[in-house]
DNA sequence: CGAGCCATGTAAACAGTTACATGATTCT
DNA sequence: AGAATCATGTAACTGTTTACATGGCTCG
């Protein structure tokens, strides 16, 4: 009965599940593209998954012939994992405080130099400054309906709830796209930090030959 | 040779023991407070990797006796240790798109209720607004020069750098302050949106008897 | 003498990553 | 015929969580 704490996969396939029916590699795939900036996984993780959810009864797999000899094997959510999406969402999910590793490293930068510091911190601007710009494109992308998955969706869920379908996707993104920018501004931030400081405070780039 | 992708338990332990020597408890403790934000472990995790430590040397451990029959393992860091330290902070650590399951579960509000969704938001909306104020509580001990790590730390340290020390951990907190405070305001949007979308969107709450 | 803190451990389970592997289908 | 894509798997390992466990020290 009790509920793992973690339990993301599992939400996650089912909730592409509810899109339409699918095979483990089209999961991977969706987790490659769109989906795939709020939660991922691989091959190895999806397929064992997808069995597990089976066996419990909260999607029906069978197999489709692919060609001459070729098989695969479809997925499709059933009521009860249907309910399970429901119920998964009908808890709340407690936030809690995140390991950061990035911060964690930035606390100690006086054992860095001053070079390695800042490049570290122009990895971090770069990498959120495109990720922002990838954002945004999504959004753009899902406010216009334009995700074949999410079309998918669409057509199959009665036209008064549409649009809520699309507003909380869109609502998902806002959120990647704040937080982007923040660590954007955090790094910028570091890097004036870094031209702030006097030479001394950093590890001599060139180490003393004898420190005994 | 090979350093592995995710060292930050053994980078914040090597960090922690920088400031001064300290058995596992002490570190288990030092978690739980102050730094606890930046990077936490049980002590589960902590015994086993300090000794882990110890064998390749980065760590020096020494056992001292506690009242009468009782010892503990008190550990410092080496040569080795600080130069690993300054190692690990030469090479960028790469950021990487992080998976968010509060996001995920948000892009598919439409399997919850309208009440289920906002008590999720209201959740978050709680945690981060006191996360924020918690943060800037330790920001101000840090440039206040208030935690007794820290102050051990800057009493052993040249005094030409101790305005870096501060002045990196203040950065790091600024950042936790910043994520938060968007985090926050995401919140926010999304009860806004809540209220905004006709009840038709929403899974009924009082879902019919027979549902066949 | 008991409560609460100090101190350290084992073991099982789970989530996620990485490496290795296989074979069919489709397109050029 | 070979490359790219479709499709699915096993196995080993790392990091993290949770449960269970033990015993000494200090203070009231």
Redesign the pocket.
């Known amino acids: 009965m009790r509920r793992?704490?973690?339990?993301?996969?599992r939400f996650a396939l089912l909730a592409l599940l509810s899109a339409r029916p699918m095979?483990?590699?089209?999961l991977?795939?969706e987790f490659d593209s769109s989906v795939g900036y709020l939660w991922?996984?691989?091959?190895?993780?999806i397929?064992?998954e997808?069995?597990k959810l089976e066996k419990v009864g909260l999607v029906a797999g069978e197999d489709k012939p692919?060609?001459?000899?070729?098989?695969?094997?479809?997925y499709q959510i059933t009521a009860e994992g249907e309910t399970e999406l429901r119920s998964i969402l009908s808890e709340v999910l407690q936030p809690r405080f995140e390991?950061d590793p990035h911060r964690l490293r930035a606390a100690y930068m006086e054992w860095a130099t001053r070079d390695a510091a800042r490049a570290q911190l122009l990895a971090h601007l770069e990498f959120y400054v495109a990720a922002e710009t990838l954002y945004k494109e999504e959004y753009e992308l899902i406010v216009n309906e334009q995700i074949p998955l999410l079309k998918e969706r669409l057509a199959r869920t009665a036209p008064e709830r549409r649009q809520g379908v699309v507003a909380f996707k869109a609502f998902a993104y806002t959120g990647m796209i704040e937080r982007a920018r923040a660590e954007a501004q955090w790094a910028e931030e570091g890097l004036r930090l870094l031209d702030s400081l006097p030479a001394e405070v950093f590890e001599p780039s060139d180490r003393p030959v004898a420190k005994r």
């Open positions: 793992p704490a973690s339990m993301s996969l095979t483990g590699f089209d991977m795939r991922t996984a691989p091959h190895t993780q397929y064992p997808l069995r692919r060609g001459a000899r070729g098989t695969k094997r479809e390991r």
